[in-house]
């Protein structure tokens, strides 16, 4: 289990080391882009917050009464239902994206390590 702060943590180095070097290095995409994020990333954890209280999460034992959310769990489901070739995430403005199983690993495996004080 992680709290919303891991998860922030975790999605911030991941957009960093994952997305942020599939754009183009200059222009005017990338400033859009790292805007984005940083607007994702400052209202990520009320987002969060709420998400884990919900009737959803808590029905399907995902979240607990701390807020704390069952990240393993969550990683290997959508692991398992993630296809071969992958899926598509559309950007506005920016474009697409293919998000694979590797990818869904990789932001599992660096929100696991802000859980753990490692950055």
Same mark, same amino acid.
């Given at each position: 289990?992680?709290?919303? %702060?891991?998860?922030?943590? +975790?999605? =911030?180095?991941?957009?960093?080391?994952?997305?942020?070097? *599939?754009?183009? #290095?200059?222009?005017? %995409?990338?400033?859009?882009? +790292?805007? =984005?994020?940083?607007?994702?990333?400052?209202?990520?954890? *009320?987002?969060? #917050?709420?998400?884990?209280?919900?009737?959803?999460?808590?029905?399907?034992?995902?979240?607990?009464?701390?807020?704390?959310?069952d990240i393993d769990l969550i990683a290997q489901e959508v692991k398992a239902n993630t296809p071969d070739k992958g899926f598509i995430i559309d950007m506005p403005l920016i474009g697409s994206m293919t998000i694979k199983k590797q990818?869904?690993?990789?932001?599992?495996?660096?929100?696991?390590?802000?859980?753990?004080?490692?950055?």
């Open positions: 289990m992680v709290n919303s %702060k891991h998860i922030e943590q +975790g999605l =911030a180095r991941w957009l960093d080391i994952e997305l942020m070097p *599939q754009l183009p #290095q200059d222009g005017w %995409k990338k400033v859009v882009a +790292g805007a =984005a994020m940083a607007i994702v990333l400052k209202r990520s954890e *009320q987002m969060l #917050q709420n998400l884990s209280h919900s009737p959803f999460m808590t029905a399907l034992e995902i979240s607990n009464d701390d807020g704390e959310i990818d869904i690993e990789n932001l599992h495996h660096m929100i696991k390590e802000a859980a753990n004080g490692y950055h």
